[in-house]
Structure formats: C-alpha cells, structure tokens
Antibody, heavy 127, light 107 residues
Framework: QVQLVQSGAEVKKPGASVKVSCKASGYTFTSYYMHWVRQAPGQGLEWMGIINPSGGSTSYAQKFQGRVTMTRDTSTSTVYMELSSLRSEDTAVYYC????????????????????WGQGTLVTVSS | DIQMTQSPSSLSASVGDRVTITCRASQGISNYLAWYQQKPGKVPKLLIYAASTLQSGVPSRFSGSGSGTDFTLTISSLQPEDVATYYCQKYNSAPFTFGPGTKVDIK
C-alpha cells in the first residue's frame, strides 16, 4: 500500500536548521508531486511548498521563500525538507503529503488533492 | 493569492443531527476543492475531493457540494466518531491554501 514514513522528532536551537525526510513506498515515486505542510500547536494547516520528484523542480509558499529547501533522492524514494534560521514560531508538526495529480497525454501535470500523508514530524525550536 | 474562509469556526451538535460547514474561495476555483478531517492528535485524512467525490472508505453520511467559490461539507447524521476539525483546501494551483478549519463536537 502507499505509505509515507517520516523521520523522527527534532529539537533545535533558534538560528539552527532542520532537515526532515519522507520516504515513499508502494507507488512509482517519480509519478506524483509531493507537498510539505506544517501545523503549529493548536493551529491550522499551512502549506509550505511542493517538489516534483521526477525533475526536482520546486515551488515554495512566499512566507518560506529563502528559508526552505526541498530536495529528493530518487534512488531511495525520499524527499527532504530543510528549514533554516529557525525561530520559536517554527515549532510545529511537519507533514509530507503526496499530490494525487496526474500527467495528461501532452505531459502537462494537473495538481490533485493530498493523499496519503506522512505520520508527521515534531520540530521543537527552543533555547 | 486566493483566500479560503470557513464558517462556522466551531459548532456543537447532537448525535444524529445534520451538520453543514461552508467554505468560500475569494476567487473561482471550479471544483478543485478537497475536504480533510483531523481528529485530535492525528494525521489529516482526506474525505472528499473534486468538491463532491467521496474518498474510498469514507462513510456515506459525509457529502460535499459546490463549485466556483462556494462549497459545503455535510454530515447527514452526526456520530460521536465525527468529533474533529474539518479543513477545506484548494488545489487548482499554488499556493495550495487551506481554510482555517471548523471544529465539530458533540453537544
């Protein structure tokens, strides 16, 4: 079955960076884009960005531009999300989620809904 | 960017009640709308996509409707296991914005 397994919880100091991984299985890794979404304690869902595992292209939410980097390793079917210059407001659960879009016959990609989601990774930023 | 709003922000209803949650997009998004359910401490779960298509395995008491800018999620008969926060989300293009959520509990 399709599964996304994320790396474990992290505790970081302000100003540091964190890199979270998301390993995909049960489907062709390069056929579906992948998103990152975060959720601060008691707050809603916030979209951070998307990566195309096939070519590696990315698109980031304006809020995170310059601080977030999404990469992938096709040999291990893993995507990564690195967030730098961490501050206390970055304390959150970070999720990866597969985009359920598709390529049409001309190669154009139509975005889709998010399914499934990884189990989440808690990142705590504290001095 | 297109903004997503939801109403109400929270509601309390009795078991068996019909519950309706509204989601509004600031610009038309056709039917590129999904609904997710998130129970406390759990991962968000896809309920509905393409505004009205029920995800496999989701109980038929859940339904979605709408197109363009106005959408609704309806629970036809609220059950105790439906206590959760419900989020709508646009997915036609980036940014893939979520609504602020509607918290549903039992009266």
């Amino acid at each position: 079955q399709v599964q996304l397994v994320q790396s474990g919880a992290e505790v970081k100091k302000p100003g540091a960076s964190v890199k979270v991984s998301c390993k995909a299985s049960g489907y062709t890794f390069t056929s579906y884009y992948m998103h990152w979404v975060r959720q601060a304690p008691g707050q809603g869902l916030e979209w951070m960005g998307i990566i195309n595992p096939s070519g590696g292209s990315t698109s980031y939410a304006q809020k995170f531009q310059g601080r977030v980097t999404m990469t992938r390793d096709t040999s291990t079917s893993t995507v990564y999300m690195e967030l730098s210059s961490l501050r206390s407001e970055d304390t959150a659960v970070y999720y990866c989620a597969r985009d359920k879009g598709y390529y049409d016959s001309s190669g154009y990609y139509y975005y889709g809904w998010f399914d499934p989601w990884g189990q989440g990774t808690l990142v705590t930023v504290s001095s | 960017d297109i903004q997503m709003t939801q109403s109400p922000s929270s509601l309390s209803a009795s078991v068996g009640d019909r519950v309706t949650i509204t989601c509004r997009a600031s610009q038309g998004i056709s039917n590129y709308l999904a609904w997710y359910q998130q129970k406390p401490g759990k991962v968000p779960k896809l309920l509905i996509y393409a505004a009205s298509t029920l995800q496999s395995g989701v109980p038929s008491r859940f339904s979605g409707s709408g197109s363009g800018t106005d959408f609704t999620l309806t629970i036809s008969s609220l059950q105790p296991e439906d206590v959760a926060t419900y989020y709508c989300q646009k997915y036609n293009s980036a940014p893939f914005t979520f609504g602020p959520g509607t918290k549903v509990d039992i009266k």
